[in-house]
């Protein structure tokens, strides 16, 4: 379910920037609005069940890992953004993260 709120997030988030750029501001926000919807009712019963098994900054942080998961993809495919090496440093970083917040 957080998957999938991360797919629903990122095209609210930016996917306006492709599609909407000729666009006044507030048709995108509404158009964001919209989308972004979907991505809570996804993300609240997500994390209201994900409590129940894991603490909040276990939470949190495997939210951060599904967005980059959802978000990398999305840049490069959606976005045509390119690859940087800096991406794989801040990957690495997360990891990080991962590892403390789950540790023992």
């Not at 972004?36 to 994390?47: D, G, K, T, W």
């Not at 939210?63 to 990957?91: G, H, R």
Request: proline share 5%; glycine share 4%; net charge positive.
């Amino acid at each position: 379910m957080l998957a999938a709120s991360n797919v629903f997030m990122t095209f609210a988030w930016y996917a306006h920037l492709k599609n909407l750029s000729a666009k006044p501001w507030w048709i995108a926000a509404l158009a964001s609005w919209g989308i972004a919807l979907f991505e809570y009712l996804l993300q609240v019963p997500a994390n209201r069940i994900g409590f129940t098994a894991l603490s909040l900054p276990q939470l949190k942080i495997m939210q951060e890992v599904i967005t980059l998961m959802v978000f990398v993809p999305f840049a490069i495919f959606y976005m045509d953004q390119p690859v940087k090496l800096d991406y794989l440093w801040a990957a690495l970083c997360i990891l990080g993260a991962v590892y403390f917040v789950f540790r023992g």
